[in-house]
Protein backbone atom coordinates (compact mmCIF):
# COMPACT_ATOMS: atom_id res chain seq x y z
CA UNK A 1 0.00 0.00 0.00
CA UNK A 2 1.49 3.55 -1.50
CA UNK A 3 0.38 5.12 1.89
CA UNK A 4 1.99 2.31 4.17
CA UNK A 5 5.45 3.28 2.07
CA UNK A 6 5.14 6.80 2.60
CA UNK A 7 4.88 6.58 6.28
CA UNK A 8 7.32 4.50 6.41
CA UNK A 9 9.86 6.64 4.31
CA UNK A 10 9.36 9.61 6.33
CA UNK A 11 9.82 7.57 9.82
CA UNK A 12 12.86 6.24 8.43
CA UNK A 13 14.31 9.40 7.41
CA UNK A 14 17.10 11.05 9.90
CA UNK A 15 19.33 14.83 9.80
CA UNK A 16 18.74 17.25 7.26
CA UNK A 17 15.86 15.14 5.37
CA UNK A 18 14.13 15.08 8.47
CA UNK A 19 14.43 18.36 9.63
CA UNK A 20 13.44 19.84 5.47
CA UNK A 21 10.55 17.17 5.81
CA UNK A 22 9.00 18.96 8.90
CA UNK A 23 9.77 22.48 7.77
CA UNK A 24 8.07 21.96 4.42
CA UNK A 25 5.09 19.94 6.27
CA UNK A 26 4.94 22.90 8.14
CA UNK A 27 4.64 25.39 5.55
CA UNK A 28 1.57 23.42 4.10
CA UNK A 29 -0.10 23.53 7.28
CA UNK A 30 0.34 27.40 7.36
CA UNK A 31 -0.76 27.33 4.23
CA UNK A 32 -4.08 26.00 5.30
CA UNK A 33 -4.60 29.52 6.94
CA UNK A 34 -5.87 32.81 6.43
CA UNK A 35 -5.74 34.51 4.27
CA UNK A 36 -5.01 30.71 1.76
CA UNK A 37 -7.45 28.41 3.09
CA UNK A 38 -5.90 25.44 1.48
CA UNK A 39 -7.77 23.20 3.67
CA UNK A 40 -6.81 20.01 2.25
CA UNK A 41 -3.29 20.80 3.69
CA UNK A 42 -4.07 19.89 7.15
CA UNK A 43 -4.34 16.46 6.00
CA UNK A 44 -1.06 16.74 4.42
CA UNK A 45 0.09 18.34 7.20
CA UNK A 46 -0.78 16.84 10.58
CA UNK A 47 -0.63 12.99 8.84
CA UNK A 48 2.64 13.89 7.49
CA UNK A 49 3.54 15.27 10.85
CA UNK A 50 2.53 12.26 12.71
CA UNK A 51 4.07 9.54 10.39
CA UNK A 52 7.75 11.84 10.92
CA UNK A 53 7.16 11.05 14.82
CA UNK A 54 6.84 7.24 15.26
CA UNK A 55 6.51 6.13 18.63
CA UNK A 56 9.96 5.15 18.68
CA UNK A 57 11.54 8.16 17.95
CA UNK A 58 13.92 9.72 20.51
CA UNK A 59 12.77 12.49 22.78
CA UNK A 60 15.20 14.83 21.71
CA UNK A 61 14.23 14.00 17.86
CA UNK A 62 10.43 14.32 18.49
CA UNK A 63 11.16 17.87 19.70
CA UNK A 64 13.66 19.00 16.91
CA UNK A 65 11.06 18.05 14.35
CA UNK A 66 8.45 19.84 15.96
CA UNK A 67 10.55 22.56 16.36
CA UNK A 68 11.77 22.34 12.59
CA UNK A 69 7.95 21.53 11.14
CA UNK A 70 6.82 25.41 13.72
CA UNK A 71 9.68 27.06 12.22
CA UNK A 72 8.32 26.44 8.63
CA UNK A 73 4.99 27.24 9.80
CA UNK A 74 5.75 30.65 11.58
CA UNK A 75 8.04 31.57 8.77
CA UNK A 76 5.34 31.52 6.04
CA UNK A 77 2.10 32.52 8.47
CA UNK A 78 4.60 35.87 9.78
CA UNK A 79 6.92 36.97 6.94
CA UNK A 80 4.60 40.19 6.49
CA UNK A 81 6.36 41.70 9.53
CA UNK A 82 9.19 42.49 7.63
CA UNK A 83 6.68 45.36 5.67
CA UNK A 84 6.73 47.08 8.88
CA UNK A 85 10.37 47.50 9.64
CA UNK A 86 10.70 48.71 6.47
CA UNK A 87 8.44 51.66 6.86
CA UNK A 88 11.69 53.41 8.35
CA UNK A 89 14.23 50.97 6.65
CA UNK A 90 17.17 53.33 7.40
CA UNK A 91 16.61 52.65 11.38
CA UNK A 92 14.89 49.15 11.25
CA UNK A 93 16.02 47.41 8.23
CA UNK A 94 18.83 45.52 9.35
CA UNK A 95 15.83 43.89 12.04
CA UNK A 96 14.23 42.45 9.17
CA UNK A 97 15.97 38.41 9.39
CA UNK A 98 15.26 38.68 12.85
CA UNK A 99 11.78 39.21 12.41
CA UNK A 100 11.42 36.89 9.53
CA UNK A 101 13.39 34.08 11.07
CA UNK A 102 14.50 35.02 14.60
CA UNK A 103 10.81 35.04 15.48
CA UNK A 104 9.78 31.85 14.15
CA UNK A 105 12.62 30.01 15.72
CA UNK A 106 11.37 31.57 18.94
CA UNK A 107 7.48 30.60 18.67
CA UNK A 108 8.78 26.67 16.80
CA UNK A 109 9.92 26.21 20.61
CA UNK A 110 5.95 25.88 21.40
CA UNK A 111 5.61 23.18 18.78
CA UNK A 112 8.54 21.37 19.72
CA UNK A 113 7.58 21.20 23.13
CA UNK A 114 4.10 19.71 21.83
CA UNK A 115 6.08 16.79 19.79
CA UNK A 116 8.24 16.35 22.80
CA UNK A 117 5.41 15.95 25.27
CA UNK A 118 3.39 13.46 22.11
CA UNK A 119 3.65 10.35 24.74
CA UNK A 120 5.74 7.36 23.02
CA UNK A 121 3.67 4.56 25.01
CA UNK A 122 0.88 4.48 22.73
CA UNK A 123 0.61 3.45 19.26
CA UNK A 124 -2.22 3.27 17.92
CA UNK A 125 -2.55 5.85 14.88
CA UNK A 126 -6.36 7.44 15.98
CA UNK A 127 -4.79 7.48 19.83
CA UNK A 128 -1.92 9.18 18.77
CA UNK A 129 -3.98 12.09 16.36
CA UNK A 130 -5.45 12.75 19.86
CA UNK A 131 -2.64 13.18 21.52
CA UNK A 132 -0.96 15.20 18.85
CA UNK A 133 -4.13 17.69 18.65
CA UNK A 134 -3.77 18.11 23.13
CA UNK A 135 -0.55 18.52 22.80
CA UNK A 136 -0.57 21.03 20.12
CA UNK A 137 -3.28 22.72 21.81
CA UNK A 138 -1.90 22.62 25.13
CA UNK A 139 1.92 24.54 23.47
CA UNK A 140 -0.98 26.92 21.39
CA UNK A 141 -2.78 28.04 24.67
CA UNK A 142 0.37 28.93 26.14
CA UNK A 143 1.87 30.70 23.29
CA UNK A 144 -1.37 32.99 23.89
CA UNK A 145 -0.64 33.47 27.90
CA UNK A 146 3.28 32.86 28.19
CA UNK A 147 4.95 37.18 28.31
CA UNK A 148 2.04 39.05 27.25
CA UNK A 149 1.21 36.18 25.23
CA UNK A 150 0.81 35.54 21.10
CA UNK A 151 -1.89 33.49 20.11
CA UNK A 152 -1.45 34.37 16.19
CA UNK A 153 -2.38 32.17 13.01
CA UNK A 154 -4.06 29.20 15.58
CA UNK A 155 -5.08 26.42 13.55
CA UNK A 156 -8.30 26.36 14.43
CA UNK A 157 -8.61 29.83 12.19
CA UNK A 158 -8.65 27.49 8.93
CA UNK A 159 -12.49 27.56 9.39
CA UNK A 160 -12.78 30.60 8.52
CA UNK A 161 -13.44 29.84 5.38
CA UNK A 162 -15.77 27.05 6.17
CA UNK A 163 -18.54 29.78 8.42
CA UNK A 164 -20.70 26.79 9.20
CA UNK A 165 -17.94 24.59 11.03
CA UNK A 166 -16.46 27.79 12.30
CA UNK A 167 -19.51 28.03 14.59
CA UNK A 168 -18.41 25.41 17.13
CA UNK A 169 -16.01 28.05 18.28
CA UNK A 170 -19.40 29.51 20.12
CA UNK A 171 -19.30 25.94 22.15
CA UNK A 172 -15.07 25.84 22.53
CA UNK A 173 -13.50 28.59 21.48
CA UNK A 174 -10.38 28.36 19.26
CA UNK A 175 -8.26 26.80 21.10
CA UNK A 176 -10.83 23.56 21.29
CA UNK A 177 -11.40 24.26 17.51
CA UNK A 178 -7.58 23.62 17.08
CA UNK A 179 -7.92 20.82 18.96
CA UNK A 180 -10.24 19.45 16.63
CA UNK A 181 -8.07 20.43 13.48
CA UNK A 182 -5.31 18.76 14.24
CA UNK A 183 -6.76 15.70 15.37
CA UNK A 184 -9.28 15.20 12.05
CA UNK A 185 -5.75 16.28 10.11
CA UNK A 186 -3.61 13.28 11.52
CA UNK A 187 -6.71 10.75 11.85
CA UNK A 188 -6.01 9.80 8.71
CA UNK A 189 -2.66 8.55 9.70
CA UNK A 190 -4.28 5.07 10.89
CA UNK A 191 -4.81 4.22 7.01
CA UNK A 192 -1.04 3.72 6.93
CA UNK A 193 -0.99 0.99 9.54
CA UNK A 194 -0.79 -2.34 7.64
CA UNK A 195 -0.47 -3.85 10.88
CA UNK A 196 -3.70 -2.76 12.25
CA UNK A 197 -7.26 -4.23 12.11
CA UNK A 198 -10.07 -2.92 9.81
CA UNK A 199 -11.43 -0.71 12.73
CA UNK A 200 -7.78 0.62 13.62
CA UNK A 201 -7.14 1.46 10.22
CA UNK A 202 -10.65 2.86 8.81
CA UNK A 203 -12.35 3.92 12.29
CA UNK A 204 -10.36 6.79 12.94
CA UNK A 205 -10.56 8.78 9.34
CA UNK A 206 -14.41 8.08 9.65
CA UNK A 207 -14.91 9.25 12.75
CA UNK A 208 -13.46 12.41 11.94
CA UNK A 209 -15.09 12.78 8.06
CA UNK A 210 -18.15 12.37 10.93
CA UNK A 211 -17.12 14.82 13.20
CA UNK A 212 -16.63 17.16 10.40
CA UNK A 213 -19.87 16.78 8.81
CA UNK A 214 -21.47 16.78 12.41
CA UNK A 215 -20.35 20.08 12.68
CA UNK A 216 -20.90 21.30 9.58
CA UNK A 217 -24.95 20.85 9.58
CA UNK A 218 -24.75 22.19 13.54
CA UNK A 219 -22.97 25.09 12.02
CA UNK A 220 -25.28 25.78 8.86
CA UNK A 221 -28.48 25.34 11.32
CA UNK A 222 -27.11 27.53 13.86
CA UNK A 223 -26.55 30.23 11.06
CA UNK A 224 -30.12 29.91 9.62
CA UNK A 225 -31.57 30.45 13.02
CA UNK A 226 -30.04 33.37 13.63
CA UNK A 227 -30.57 35.82 11.00
CA UNK A 228 -29.16 39.48 11.30
CA UNK A 229 -31.26 41.81 12.99
CA UNK A 230 -30.30 45.93 13.36
CA UNK A 231 -30.53 48.14 16.37
CA UNK A 232 -32.75 50.44 15.70
CA UNK A 233 -31.43 54.38 15.07
CA UNK A 234 -28.33 53.82 14.52
CA UNK A 235 -26.69 54.62 11.55
CA UNK A 236 -23.19 54.43 11.09
CA UNK A 237 -20.57 55.13 8.86
CA UNK A 238 -17.06 54.11 9.39
CA UNK A 239 -13.95 55.52 7.53
CA UNK A 240 -11.06 53.98 5.39
CA UNK A 241 -9.17 57.26 4.63
CA UNK A 242 -6.23 55.05 3.01
CA UNK A 243 -3.14 57.20 4.39
CA UNK A 244 -0.36 55.54 3.62
CA UNK A 245 1.81 54.72 6.68
CA UNK A 246 5.46 56.38 5.70
CA UNK A 247 3.63 59.41 4.87
CA UNK A 248 1.18 59.37 7.99
CA UNK A 249 3.47 61.62 10.46
CA UNK A 250 5.34 63.49 8.62
CA UNK A 251 4.93 67.30 9.31
CA UNK A 252 3.71 68.46 5.66
CA UNK A 253 1.25 66.05 5.31
CA UNK A 254 -0.70 65.95 8.74
CA UNK A 255 -3.07 68.44 7.39
CA UNK A 256 -3.94 66.67 4.87
CA UNK A 257 -4.25 63.60 6.74
CA UNK A 258 -6.67 65.66 8.96
CA UNK A 259 -8.23 67.22 5.53
CA UNK A 260 -8.99 63.92 4.10
CA UNK A 261 -10.93 62.10 6.95
CA UNK A 262 -13.29 64.84 7.21
CA UNK A 263 -13.84 65.28 3.70
CA UNK A 264 -14.79 61.63 3.60
CA UNK A 265 -16.85 62.09 6.77
CA UNK A 266 -19.16 64.80 5.66
CA UNK A 267 -19.84 63.49 2.27
CA UNK A 268 -23.71 62.95 1.06
CA UNK A 269 -24.87 59.72 2.66
CA UNK A 270 -28.34 57.92 2.01
CA UNK A 271 -29.58 58.07 5.58
CA UNK A 272 -28.58 60.45 8.42
CA UNK A 273 -25.44 59.47 10.05
CA UNK A 274 -25.61 58.83 14.05
CA UNK A 275 -22.01 57.90 14.59
CA UNK A 276 -18.55 58.34 12.82
CA UNK A 277 -15.98 55.82 13.54
CA UNK A 278 -12.43 56.55 12.47
CA UNK A 279 -9.50 54.19 12.91
CA UNK A 280 -6.80 53.88 15.14
CA UNK A 281 -4.32 56.82 15.61
CA UNK A 282 -6.54 58.42 12.89
CA UNK A 283 -4.81 61.24 12.48
CA UNK A 284 -1.69 62.43 13.67
CA UNK A 285 -2.71 65.11 15.87
CA UNK A 286 -3.54 65.06 19.71
CA UNK A 287 -7.18 65.76 19.36
CA UNK A 288 -8.12 65.34 22.97
CA UNK A 289 -4.86 68.68 23.60
CA UNK A 290 -6.44 70.26 20.47
CA UNK A 291 -9.37 72.09 20.79
CA UNK A 292 -9.66 74.16 17.57
CA UNK A 293 -9.09 70.50 15.73
CA UNK A 294 -11.43 68.87 17.57
CA UNK A 295 -14.05 71.34 16.87
CA UNK A 296 -13.78 70.76 13.17
CA UNK A 297 -14.42 66.83 13.77
CA UNK A 298 -17.29 67.69 16.08
CA UNK A 299 -18.66 69.59 13.07
CA UNK A 300 -19.52 66.50 10.90
CA UNK A 301 -22.55 65.34 13.44
CA UNK A 302 -25.53 66.58 14.54
CA UNK A 303 -27.01 66.50 18.14
CA UNK A 304 -27.15 63.06 19.84
CA UNK A 305 -24.20 61.70 17.76
CA UNK A 306 -20.61 61.06 18.14
CA UNK A 307 -17.62 60.57 16.18
CA UNK A 308 -15.02 57.49 17.71
CA UNK A 309 -11.24 57.82 16.90
CA UNK A 310 -8.35 56.19 17.79
CA UNK A 311 -5.64 59.10 19.24
CA UNK A 312 -2.58 58.95 20.69
CA UNK A 313 -2.87 61.09 23.90
CA UNK A 314 0.88 62.12 24.79
CA UNK A 315 0.72 63.57 28.85
CA UNK A 316 3.10 64.16 31.95
CA UNK A 317 2.97 61.62 34.50
CA UNK A 318 5.71 63.41 36.49
CA UNK A 319 8.10 66.38 35.94
CA UNK A 320 10.13 66.22 32.82
CA UNK A 321 8.62 62.15 32.93
CA UNK A 322 6.45 61.70 29.20
CA UNK A 323 4.23 59.12 28.53
CA UNK A 324 1.86 57.94 25.79
CA UNK A 325 -1.37 56.16 25.01
CA UNK A 326 -2.85 54.14 22.42
CA UNK A 327 -6.53 55.34 22.80
CA UNK A 328 -10.14 55.16 21.80
CA UNK A 329 -11.98 58.86 22.12
CA UNK A 330 -15.54 59.84 21.71
CA UNK A 331 -16.60 63.29 20.69
CA UNK A 332 -19.87 64.62 20.55
CA UNK A 333 -21.60 67.44 18.65
CA UNK A 334 -20.27 70.20 21.18
CA UNK A 335 -17.00 68.80 20.80
CA UNK A 336 -16.45 67.79 24.25
CA UNK A 337 -14.22 64.27 24.84
CA UNK A 338 -16.90 62.40 26.71
CA UNK A 339 -15.11 59.17 27.08
CA UNK A 340 -11.46 57.79 26.75
CA UNK A 341 -10.49 54.32 26.60
CA UNK A 342 -6.77 53.21 26.65
CA UNK A 343 -5.65 50.04 25.24
CA UNK A 344 -4.26 47.71 27.92
CA UNK A 345 -2.61 44.78 25.68
CA UNK A 346 0.46 46.32 24.34
CA UNK A 347 2.92 45.23 20.68
CA UNK A 348 6.56 44.26 22.29
CA UNK A 349 8.65 45.81 20.74
CA UNK A 350 5.89 48.14 18.58
CA UNK A 351 4.54 50.39 21.09
CA UNK A 352 7.19 49.07 23.83
CA UNK A 353 10.43 48.32 24.31
CA UNK A 354 11.05 45.14 26.65
CA UNK A 355 13.93 45.10 28.78
CA UNK A 356 14.55 48.96 27.29
CA UNK A 357 18.10 49.40 29.73
CA UNK A 358 19.56 45.89 28.00
CA UNK A 359 18.48 46.40 24.72
CA UNK A 360 19.00 49.92 23.32
CA UNK A 361 22.44 50.54 23.98
CA UNK A 362 22.32 48.35 20.78
CA UNK A 363 19.94 50.53 18.58
CA UNK A 364 16.95 48.57 18.84
CA UNK A 365 13.72 50.81 19.92
CA UNK A 366 10.28 50.13 19.48
CA UNK A 367 8.96 50.93 15.33
CA UNK A 368 5.84 53.47 16.49
CA UNK A 369 6.36 56.51 16.08
CA UNK A 370 7.35 58.90 18.89
CA UNK A 371 10.37 59.24 21.62
CA UNK A 372 8.68 57.03 24.15
CA UNK A 373 6.93 54.11 25.25
CA UNK A 374 3.43 53.65 25.44
CA UNK A 375 1.63 52.62 28.88
CA UNK A 376 -1.23 50.35 29.38
CA UNK A 377 -4.51 51.23 30.35
CA UNK A 378 -6.84 49.29 32.00
CA UNK A 379 -9.02 46.81 30.43
CA UNK A 380 -10.83 45.46 28.92
CA UNK A 381 -13.81 47.76 30.10
CA UNK A 382 -17.19 47.78 29.02
CA UNK A 383 -18.39 51.36 27.40
CA UNK A 384 -22.04 53.04 27.53
CA UNK A 385 -22.33 56.40 25.35
CA UNK A 386 -25.44 58.31 24.36
CA UNK A 387 -27.24 56.85 21.08
CA UNK A 388 -25.34 53.41 21.31
CA UNK A 389 -25.93 49.74 23.11
CA UNK A 390 -23.06 49.24 25.48
CA UNK A 391 -19.58 47.85 23.57
CA UNK A 392 -15.93 46.60 24.16
CA UNK A 393 -13.63 48.81 22.73
CA UNK A 394 -10.92 47.11 21.42
CA UNK A 395 -7.78 48.71 19.84
CA UNK A 396 -5.87 46.55 17.07
CA UNK A 397 -4.06 43.68 18.71
CA UNK A 398 -6.42 43.40 21.55
CA UNK A 399 -8.60 41.45 19.03
CA UNK A 400 -6.53 38.68 18.69
CA UNK A 401 -6.74 37.38 22.38
CA UNK A 402 -9.77 34.60 22.93
CA UNK A 403 -11.56 35.06 26.09
CA UNK A 404 -9.91 38.72 26.58
CA UNK A 405 -12.57 40.73 24.76
CA UNK A 406 -14.55 41.99 27.19
CA UNK A 407 -15.25 42.96 30.87
CA UNK A 408 -16.55 39.34 32.53
CA UNK A 409 -17.08 41.43 35.76
CA UNK A 410 -19.77 43.98 34.57
CA UNK A 411 -22.25 43.63 32.25
CA UNK A 412 -22.30 41.98 28.78
CA UNK A 413 -21.65 44.24 25.83
CA UNK A 414 -23.98 44.30 22.63
CA UNK A 415 -21.05 44.82 19.99
CA UNK A 416 -17.15 44.91 19.84
CA UNK A 417 -15.76 47.85 18.18
CA UNK A 418 -12.15 47.46 16.84
CA UNK A 419 -10.04 50.35 15.64
CA UNK A 420 -6.81 49.37 13.65
CA UNK A 421 -4.25 50.39 11.67
CA UNK A 422 -2.49 47.44 9.43
CA UNK A 423 -1.25 50.08 7.18
CA UNK A 424 2.42 48.59 8.72
CA UNK A 425 1.91 45.38 6.91
CA UNK A 426 1.20 46.16 3.14
CA UNK A 427 -1.21 44.21 1.25
CA UNK A 428 0.14 40.82 2.78
CA UNK A 429 -1.08 37.92 4.57
CA UNK A 430 -0.99 40.10 8.02
CA UNK A 431 -4.25 42.37 7.57
CA UNK A 432 -6.90 39.26 6.04
CA UNK A 433 -5.13 37.31 8.98
CA UNK A 434 -5.83 39.96 11.46
CA UNK A 435 -9.58 40.35 10.21
CA UNK A 436 -10.35 36.85 10.32
CA UNK A 437 -9.01 36.55 14.10
CA UNK A 438 -11.37 39.25 14.99
CA UNK A 439 -14.56 38.03 12.88
CA UNK A 440 -13.61 34.51 15.39
CA UNK A 441 -14.10 36.33 18.63
CA UNK A 442 -17.84 37.33 17.26
CA UNK A 443 -18.49 33.84 16.89
CA UNK A 444 -17.05 32.91 20.08
CA UNK A 445 -18.84 35.62 22.46
CA UNK A 446 -21.92 36.04 20.04
CA UNK A 447 -21.54 39.90 19.55
CA UNK A 448 -21.32 41.85 16.14
CA UNK A 449 -17.95 43.56 15.22
CA UNK A 450 -17.45 47.25 13.64
CA UNK A 451 -13.56 47.45 12.50
CA UNK A 452 -12.31 50.09 11.42
CA UNK A 453 -8.51 50.04 9.93
CA UNK A 454 -6.50 52.96 8.32
CA UNK A 455 -5.90 50.98 4.95
CA UNK A 456 -8.17 48.09 5.72
CA UNK A 457 -10.10 45.81 5.91
CA UNK A 458 -12.93 47.41 7.39
CA UNK A 459 -15.39 45.72 7.97
CA UNK A 460 -19.28 45.33 9.79
CA UNK A 461 -19.78 41.71 11.12
CA UNK A 462 -22.37 40.16 12.17
CA UNK A 463 -22.60 38.09 15.53
CA UNK A 464 -22.18 34.92 13.78
CA UNK A 465 -18.95 35.98 12.00
CA UNK A 466 -21.29 37.03 8.88
CA UNK A 467 -19.38 39.74 7.02
CA UNK A 468 -22.40 42.19 6.72
CA UNK A 469 -20.24 45.39 4.81
CA UNK A 470 -16.49 45.47 3.94
CA UNK A 471 -13.93 47.43 2.34
CA UNK A 472 -11.03 45.44 0.83
CA UNK A 473 -6.91 46.71 2.04
CA UNK A 474 -5.80 49.61 -0.27
CA UNK A 475 -8.66 51.42 -1.12
CA UNK A 476 -10.40 54.20 -0.17
CA UNK A 477 -14.16 54.77 1.00
CA UNK A 478 -16.78 54.70 3.48
CA UNK A 479 -18.68 51.72 5.06
CA UNK A 480 -21.86 52.46 5.72
CA UNK A 481 -24.94 49.63 7.83
CA UNK A 482 -26.76 49.54 10.67
CA UNK A 483 -25.82 47.97 14.13
CA UNK A 484 -26.34 44.65 13.97
CA UNK A 485 -27.96 42.84 17.36
CA UNK A 486 -26.27 40.46 19.58
CA UNK A 487 -27.08 37.14 20.02
CA UNK A 488 -27.96 35.35 23.35
CA UNK A 489 -24.57 34.68 25.31
CA UNK A 490 -22.30 31.58 24.29
CA UNK A 491 -20.92 28.58 25.93
CA UNK A 492 -18.10 29.82 25.25
CA UNK A 493 -19.06 33.60 26.36
CA UNK A 494 -19.64 32.56 29.67
CA UNK A 495 -17.12 30.07 30.72
CA UNK A 496 -14.19 31.13 28.14
CA UNK A 497 -11.03 28.51 27.87
CA UNK A 498 -12.18 27.04 31.18
CA UNK A 499 -14.29 24.94 29.23
CA UNK A 500 -11.45 23.29 27.96
CA UNK A 501 -10.15 22.22 31.20
CA UNK A 502 -12.84 19.21 32.00
CA UNK A 503 -11.86 17.03 28.39
CA UNK A 504 -8.38 18.25 28.67
CA UNK A 505 -7.77 16.76 32.07
CA UNK A 506 -10.03 13.13 30.73
CA UNK A 507 -7.57 13.29 27.81
CA UNK A 508 -4.84 13.40 29.88
CA UNK A 509 -5.37 10.96 32.52
CA UNK A 510 -6.75 8.84 29.77
CA UNK A 511 -2.83 8.87 28.22
CA UNK A 512 -1.92 8.64 31.25
CA UNK A 513 -3.51 5.56 32.23
CA UNK A 514 -2.87 3.80 29.21
CA UNK A 515 0.65 4.52 29.67
CA UNK A 516 0.82 2.65 31.83
CA UNK A 517 -1.44 -0.58 31.00
CA UNK A 518 0.83 -0.51 27.50
CA UNK A 519 3.99 -1.00 29.69
CA UNK A 520 2.57 -3.25 32.36
CA UNK A 521 2.08 -5.09 29.70
CA UNK A 522 5.65 -4.93 28.32
CA UNK A 523 6.93 -6.24 30.91
CA UNK A 524 4.80 -9.04 31.44
CA UNK A 525 5.37 -10.47 27.82
CA UNK A 526 9.20 -9.78 28.15
CA UNK A 527 8.82 -12.11 31.06
Not at 239 to 259: C, E, F, G, I
Not at 299 to 325: D, K, S, Y
Not at 494 to 508: M, T
Request: hydrophobic share 50%; proline share 8%; glycine share 10%.
Amino acid sequence: MWLARVAAGLAALHGWRRHASATALGVATAAALPPYYALPLLIVGFTGLLWLTPPTLALRVRFATGWWFGFGFFVTGLYWLANALLIDAVRFGWLVPFAVLGLPAVLALFTGAALAALPNTINGAGTRALGLALAWTLAEWLRGHVLTGFPWNLVGYAWMAELAIAQAASLVGVYGLSFLTVAIGAAPAAFADRAASPVRRFGPPAAAAMVLVGLGLWGAARLAAHPLAFEPGVALRVVQANVPQTLKWRDDYRSAALARHLDMSAAPSAQPVTHLIWPETAVPYFLVDDPERRRAVAGLIRPGGLVLTGVVRAFETAPQRLTARNSIIAIDAASEVVAIYDKFHLVPFGEYLPLRALLAPFGIDKIVFGPVDFSPGAGPVTMTLPGLPPFSPLVCYEAIFPGRVVDRDSARPAWLLNVSNDGWYGDSAGPHQHLAMARMRTIEEGLPLVRAANTGITAIVGPLGQVVRSLGYGHQGVVESGLPKPIQSTTYGRFGDRILAFPALLLIGYFLVGGVMQRTASQKRGR
